[in-house]
């Protein structure tokens, strides 16, 4: 089979709609289209073995996801006005709220 014959694979994915309209300007801008983008990413990573570039979170990123856990998986009460505050002392024997 000649070299410009070869079979080829048709990848399908979602993406967000202003992501996929911003790439494009860019790309645009560069003068290739997303479609050569992914080409020259897959042939990199094959030649490379592996991804060309940090896909590790920052520090900050990692410690955020790990307090959002842990507040998400405690049994603390999300308060969200003076009301709930009002109601949260009194449902919990903390009568000193008499204002």
């Given amino acids: 089979m000649a070299a410009s014959a070869k079979k080829k694979k048709r990848i399908q994915v979602l993406i967000d709609s202003d992501l996929y309209d911003d790439a494009n300007e860019v790309l645009s801008d560069i003068g290739i289209s997303q479609s050569t983008l992914i080409n020259v990413l897959l042939k990199k990573v094959v030649a490379e073995g592996r991804v060309p570039f940090d896909l590790s979170q920052s520090k900050r990123d990692r410690l955020s996801f790990e307090l959002h856990k842990a507040v ?17 002392l009194l449902e919990n024997g903390d009568d000193s709220y008499d204002e």
């Fill in 72 to 88: 998400q998986d405690s049994d603390i009460p999300i308060i969200k006005d003076q009301k709930e505050v009002a109601r949260y």
